[in-house]
């Protein structure tokens, strides 16, 4: 079980583990967005009729695959 003694070691673990996936991936962590952070932006991509666009976003956005974008914008769809 953990302890909240336990957190503070256990949240410098993941974010080391987190910089080492960032680094092997190429990916500038600043630079990655949530999914709640892109909504309001695929949103309006989405109200204009442009799903690609808003597949398009998440990708650059994120770093994500085409089939994993599309599944975002598609929740992000259903969450309307």
Known sequence: MVTE?????RL???ERR??????????DASQVRSEAELAPAV?????????PGAIALVREQTGMDQPEAKRTV???????
């Open 74 to 80: 598609e929740q992000i769809m259903g969450g309307s």
């Open 43 to 51: 949103r309006a991509l989405l109200d204009r009729g442009d799903k």
């Open 12 to 14: 410098a673990e993941l």
């Open 5 to 9: 003694a336990d957190l503070p070691r």
């Open 18 to 27: 987190m910089d080492l996936l960032f680094d092997r991936l190429k990916l």
